[in-house]
């Protein structure tokens, strides 16, 4: 009977210290996170972009682009921030053009986010595209 009892405390004891892990490591992830990270397509549907975060900062590189490996790795977001109102804030570099842009992130519905490009150090919209979330 001892032997039964010290088997199911250790069971439990083991279960439960799995569960702790298991919650300790979701904690980890913010819910920021959880909301914008992952693969992402351009409006064009011909790149994918992994965003990810690093410190509470997001940053996005090409993972896959329709007809050139040339763009692969390039990092395209930099230093994305995102404020209480889950809206981001950050840099955008196009690949194609070199150019750079400020740019705006808002989530429009789940799996589908909007970024607003702005021309440096002016208000003047450059540009906007929607990205839908990447699902295999």
């Given at each position: 009977?001892?032997?039964?009892?010290?088997?199911?405390?250790?069971?439990?004891?083991?279960?439960?210290?799995?569960?702790?892990?298991?919650?300790?490591?979701?904690?980890?992830?913010?819910?920021?996170?959880?909301?914008?990270?992952?693969?992402?397509?351009?409006?064009?549907?011909?790149?994918?972009?992994?965003?990810?975060?690093?410190?509470?900062v997001?940053?996005?590189?090409?993972?896959?682009?329709?007809?050139?490996?040339?763009?692969?790795?390039?990092?395209?977001?930099?230093?994305?921030?995102?404020?209480?109102?889950?809206?981001g804030?950050?840099?955008?570099?196009?690949?194609?053009?070199?150019?750079?842009?400020?740019?705006?992130?808002s989530?429009?519905?789940?799996?589908?986010?909007?970024?607003?490009?702005?021309?440096?150090?002016?208000?003047?919209?450059?540009?906007?595209?929607?990205?839908?979330?990447?699902?295999?």
């Amino acid at each position: 009977m001892g032997t039964n009892v010290l088997l199911i405390s250790f069971v439990v004891l083991a279960l439960g210290v799995m569960v702790l892990v298991l919650l300790v490591n979701n904690l980890e992830s913010s819910p920021v996170s959880l909301i914008f990270g992952g693969i992402w397509l351009n409006e064009a549907q011909n790149v994918r972009i992994l965003l990810h975060e690093v410190d509470s900062v997001f940053q996005g590189s090409v993972i896959w682009a329709n007809g050139t490996d040339r763009l692969l790795g390039f990092k395209v977001v930099e230093n994305l921030r995102f404020d209480r109102s889950k809206k981001g804030k950050g840099k955008y570099y196009d690949p194609i053009t070199g150019k750079h842009y400020e740019i705006n992130l808002s989530m429009k519905r789940k799996g589908l986010i909007q970024i607003k490009a702005y021309y440096p150090n002016s208000e003047n919209l450059a540009f906007s595209q929607e990205w839908k979330q990447f699902v295999s």
